[in-house]
């Protein structure tokens, strides 16, 4: 005898609707397929996939046509009822049910059932109140035709207040003594000396329309500026007495490529480059944290896709000092090998194979999967426009002091810090760097990465490259109250 769906009539009609009263009239049931034999040509899902995240969760129905899928909201208790047309019901599709974790943060569990002939209908029980984003995705990179779920909570998640929960967030603090300088020999991520060298920054007006454009993507008002009295200079920082140093937290923002959907490159024995950054990563997170006024976010701490737009904004809303962009390099001949570090061009890639770096890392937001219809489609543009001659020079002063680091502990691909027009590095006013660690294609430095010798090595290297461009490059004091 078949078993009902678990489903309750109650969660699938909305009073007063005509989709209640077409329910009501066959019965206000949900019936499993055998009730109803689906037509031949239904379509099938081939396989379901669950990426829980703190910033959202993930629901990817992977199957062998496009489908077509309504949702909506239900409260008391919160709810996402989505109907999918022109599919069958089948094992794959009812494994979703187990792949939802208990501690996923946004999903308590969710029900799955033949709603009507032809049409599948899923409830998800919500541990909280969601804004989702409900899209498609055309095959690419050995996927076939993809219908996405992205709960997002109502609130974004806030970099830092997510980091002061975890105690990785201080307040800026003053020395309560003289503190030795690198110049004397001491750490080189020492406090910051009172009068740091000037840099040069992208344009105020500039940043104030960028971070607009951001505000605008994820509903979040604009930073305030405090704004000069006419015929007055902006006011600076009071210099320290003679003899004292100024101190204040220096943030890394860490990227580890890809995630989630995207796999990045996969080395012959199986290594998928998305796990392998994200370990160095936190490798490479406890190292930095352990120098002195140093903290460190992460813009992905799990298995999960953050679309490459989103991490550049992670970056800024810490207002980070720093983005290093983690990788495993890939090529089409097993015998490439070396390390290498990328900054990005305002004038074309400095040579073929890195063009060809830059346009593939860059379709990670096609394989992994971002949602294209509600991101500002200016956005890229705007980056790029904004990425000045100056922080392309920090950035290139951070990469050859790392590149001279990871020299010494593997061989290098090129001798000097490539570019190219890499979208997750077009931080107006971050410097940026990417760090491919090695050839995940190539078999030896593909047991390289996989060896946890060398990936503390490889943390190590770029610990000391960046700590020495600070000594010798230190932060000018913020804007804004840490």
Request: glycine content about 6%; aromatic content about 4%.
């Amino acid at each position: 005898m078949p078993r009902p769906s678990r489903l309750r009539p109650a969660d699938s009609l909305i009073p007063g609707s005509p989709r209640r009263r077409t329910l009501l009239k066959a019965g206000g049931t949900l019936l499993l397929s055998v009730i109803a034999p689906l037509p031949a040509s239904a379509a099938q899902i081939l396989a379901v996939r669950v990426w829980p995240a703190p910033d959202y969760t993930r629901v990817t129905l992977e199957n062998d046509t496009n489908l077509k899928a309504e949702h909506f909201l239900l409260a008391d208790p919160p709810r996402m009822v989505v109907d999918i047309d022109g599919l069958g019901l089948n094992n794959t599709l009812k494994s979703l049910v187990a792949k939802i974790e208990s501690n996923d943060p946004y999903i308590k569990q969710v029900r799955v059932g033949q709603n009507r002939p032809n049409v599948v209908r899923l409830v998800f029980d919500l541990k909280e109140e969601i804004k989702p984003q409900v899209f498609t995705l055309a095959p690419v990179a050995g996927y076939q035709h993809r219908l996405i779920f992205d709960l997002y909570p109502t609130r974004p998640v806030d970099p830092i207040a997510a980091m002061i929960e975890k105690g990785e967030w201080t307040v800026d603090g003053t020395p309560s003594a003289p503190t030795a300088s690198a110049a004397d020999g001491a750490n080189p991520a020492s406090p910051l000396p009172a009068a740091p060298p000037a840099q040069t920054r992208a344009a105020p007006d500039a940043i104030a329309k960028l971070e607009a454009e951001m505000s605008a993507l994820d509903g979040t008002p604009p930073p305030q500026r405090v704004q000069p009295t006419p015929g007055t200079s902006p006011a600076k920082p009071a210099p320290a007495p003679a003899g004292q140093k100024v101190m204040r937290m220096v943030t890394i923002a860490l990227d580890p490529g890809h995630g989630g959907e995207d796999p990045g490159a996969i080395g012959a024995r199986g290594s998928r480059e998305k796990d392998i950054v994200l370990a160095i990563a936190k490798r490479l997170k406890t190292k930095l944290e352990q120098l002195p006024n140093t903290r460190v976010m992460l813009t992905r701490d799990g298995d999960y896709f953050v679309p490459l737009g989103q991490r550049v904004q992670k970056a800024r809303k810490v207002q980070a000092d720093l983005f290093v962009s983690i990788h495993a390099d890939a090529w089409i001949s097993p015998t490439a090998r070396g390390s290498s570090v990328f900054v990005l061009s305002e004038k074309g890639a400095s040579s073929s194979a890195a063009r060809w770096l830059a346009n593939d890392q860059n379709k990670a937001d096609l394989v992994g999967g971002a949602n294209f219809a509600v991101q500002d489609k200016q956005l890229a543009s705007v980056l790029f426009d904004l990425s000045t001659t100056a922080q392309i020079n920090d950035s290139l002063k951070v990469g050859k002091a790392v590149l001279r680091e990871i020299g010494g502990i593997n061989r290098l691909h090129k001798a000097s810090v490539e570019q190219a027009g890499f979208a997750v590095l077009k931080a107006p006013d971050i410097p940026s760097i990417l760090v491919e660690t090695a050839f995940i294609s190539n078999p030896e430095e593909e047991a390289k990465l996989r060896d946890d010798r060398y990936q503390d090595q490889m943390a190590d290297a770029i610990t000391k490259g960046i700590a020495r461009y600070f000594a010798d490059n230190p932060p000018l004091a913020k804007s804004r109250q840490s």
